[in-house]
């Protein structure tokens, strides 16, 4: 049973990231009608931000120290940070320590930026023309955006620690009536779902609860109706794309402590992420959240050592082999709605 738990834990996890990634390519899809195969890039660049943010913060430069000296008696050069120089010692020090959730800050503005510019500089062009044209210059944008980061940060992934406080491991087991240590999990994993969880729920509450939101979801169901009535509903579908390249941005930043930051990192989830969103149904949203979570658990369930010992590699299409068997059986997927992608 213990094992079980701790491989719901994963699947969660990794859902939510799924589920976040596959949110935004949703919204993207069902406000605009482009099917972005950009998006996993986007959740490469919130991941940079959080390099980039903790590289900042880290900065320091060379003092003359004039209680240290070297064998001769001269006095030594020593890194200071700018933090502690600027904020003193402690609140220097917990600055750095909490880079990661802070780049949370920057990457909101940041992400939003590169959504209007992607929207309005390249994908605005292929609204009305065919879903083929616009995987093809999304993906070869999503390469561009990957070669970009090679250039300036390496091939190498970049680690970024998240602060000291959630580093830890819990005692899950306790929480459930085991005994100690019988299900312990790294603190920052459960930071991240419930992040997640946090941010999906603000997103269908902005949508559900709000007039700005009601629009929309009026124009994602007849966008010829709701311009009739004198909205500009292009304006408020061009910030939904902000608002998408911002989510994925985010779910990024937060992922980079668990899993090293690359310029790969894009493409590893641009499959797996439109995956989730076909399972779910193109243009669904709870239907992509679904898809996520439960295609998380799937997966980590897949990737147990005896399920991988009796059947080797299955860890690696499991994901595959159940969207084909979902679409064979529902070929709209989980919660799509009829019409969409049928022309």
């Known amino acids: 049973m213990d094992q079980i738990i701790v ?4 699947g ?24 972005n195969f950009a998006h996993g890039a986007l959740f490469m660049m919130g991941a940079f931000c959080a390099v980039v943010t903790s590289k900042i913060l880290s900065s320091s430069h060379k003092v003359v120290d004039e209680t240290r000296t070297d064998f001769l008696g001269n006095p030594l050069e020593v890194d200071v940070f700018y933090m502690q120089d600027w904020f003193g010692e402690a609140a220097g020090a917990a600055i750095m320590d909490w880079a990661v959730p802070l780049a949370i800050l920057v990457s909101i503005p940041v992400m939003i930026l590169i959504g209007f510019v992607m929207e309005r500089g390249l994908i605005k062009h292929f609204y009305k023309r065919p879903h083929a044209d616009q995987i093809l210059v999304t993906f070869g944008l999503a390469i561009v955006m990957g070669e970009v980061i090679k250039y300036y940060f390496g091939a190498n992934p970049i680690q970024t620690p998240a602060p000291e406080a959630l580093s830890g491991r819990v005692d899950f087991g306790v929480w459930l009536g085991y005994g100690p240590n019988a299900i312990v999990y790294p603190m920052w994993r459960l930071v991240y779902f419930f992040f997640s969880a946090s941010i ?6 902005f949508l559900q609860f709000t007039t700005f939101g009601m629009v929309v979801r009026a124009g994602m169901a007849d966008r010829e109706t709701v311009g009739l009535l004198g909205i500009d509903i292009d304006k408020r579908f061009t910030f939904m794309f902000g608002l998408a390249a911002a989510v994925a941005g985010i779910a990024g930043v ?23 969103v076909v399972v779910g149904g193109m243009g669904s949203l709870p239907g992509a959240v679904l898809a996520g979570f439960v295609l998380g658990i ?20 499991i994901i595959y ?23």
Not at 13 to 34: E, M, N, Q, R
Not at 200 to 205: C, D, E, P, S
């Open 200 to 205: 999906i729920a603000a997103v269908f509450a």
């Open 7 to 10: 491989q719901i834990l994963n």
């Open 12 to 35: 969660l996890d990794k859902g939510s990231a799924y589920a976040l990634i596959a949110l935004g390519l949703t919204l993207i899809f069902g406000t605009l009608g482009v099917v």
């Open 321 to 343: 082999v159940v969207a084909i068997a979902i679409l064979l059986i529902r070929p709209r997927g989980l919660m799509g709605r009829k019409g969409v992608m049928e022309d």
């Open 298 to 317: 799937i997966e980590s369930f897949a990737s147990m050592p005896g399920v991988v010992n009796l059947l080797p590699g299955i860890n690696q299409i």
């Open 254 to 276: 937060m992922y980079a402590p668990i899993v090293s930051p690359a310029y790969t990192m894009g493409m590893d989830w641009l499959v797996l992420s439109f995956v989730v």
